[in-house]
């Protein structure tokens, strides 16, 4: 099963690395796009909501998004063989604290994190308003789950992520809220390679949400 989603996940990486070369090599790309959410918020009423076009890339935005499909592409190709790896060679499971990658697994983390970052930075600007959304989204989320956990409020990190997707869902705006919903997915696998790379986080984040800071605590005389 593992090999089978390998292959589908390295088989989706290289088509992306093909639309990106088309791109990069005519400087030019037509996008056709689909938006299509199951409700729509409006005033007084409930409604399914979609829309559709095309966006049209030319010169240093068609590089730009051919850039971006590489990246991702690359990125996925990465994974798939990763995955492919692990299921001839499984890895034993061990009750040890986590360690910090190093050598060839250090490499690949390292290698992963500057694909998907250099993705998202072309696929979402910083400079552009959905780029702006975006970049909130994914930096301002661990940021609001790192201070619930060390307040000792592990139960609702969920509650940040839930409403994003409302926000999502609700607001009528395509790129706004595709951006937001990017951002979660984002947000995910960012803090997925942070975690892989500094695996000594994780345990610092589980002993925040079982023992919430104390220093306001009244001392015992």
């Not at 099963?1 to 989706?12: K, T």
């Not at 005519?26 to 095309?54: A, C, K, N, P």
């Not at 590089?63 to 060679?89: D, Q, T």
Request: hydrophobic share 55%; with cysteine.
């Amino acid at each position: 099963m593992l090999f089978v989603f390998g292959l589908m996940l390295a088989g989706f990486g290289v088509a992306f690395i093909f639309a990106g070369r088309e791109a990069l090599d005519q400087r030019s790309y037509d996008l056709t796009w689909r938006e299509s959410r199951g409700v729509f918020i409006g005033v007084g009423e409930m409604q399914g909501h979609s829309s559709s076009g095309v966006a049209h890339f030319r010169g240093a935005k068609a590089v730009r998004l051919g850039a971006g499909y590489i990246l991702w592409g690359a990125l996925l190709a990465l994974w798939g063989a990763l995955i492919i790896r692990s299921g001839f060679r499984p890895s034993k499971m061990e009750a040890t604290a986590p360690a910090r990658p190093h050598g060839i697994g250090l490499m690949l983390g390292i290698l992963s994190c500057a694909m998907l970052l250099g993705a998202q930075v072309c696929f979402f600007p910083p400079w552009q308003i959905a780029g702006v959304v975006f970049w909130s989204v994914v930096v301002g989320m661990p940021v609001i789950i790192g201070l619930l956990l060390r307040a000792g409020k592990g139960k609702w990190t969920g509650i940040p992520f839930i409403a994003l997707v409302i926000l999502a869902i609700a607001i009528p705006v395509p790129g706004i809220s595709f951006a937001i919903g990017v951002g979660v997915f984002g947000t995910v696998f960012s803090l997925a390679h942070l975690l892989f790379l500094f695996p000594e986080l994780v345990s610092s984040l589980e002993t925040n949400a079982a023992h919430p800071t104390e220093q306001n605590a009244p001392s015992k005389d």
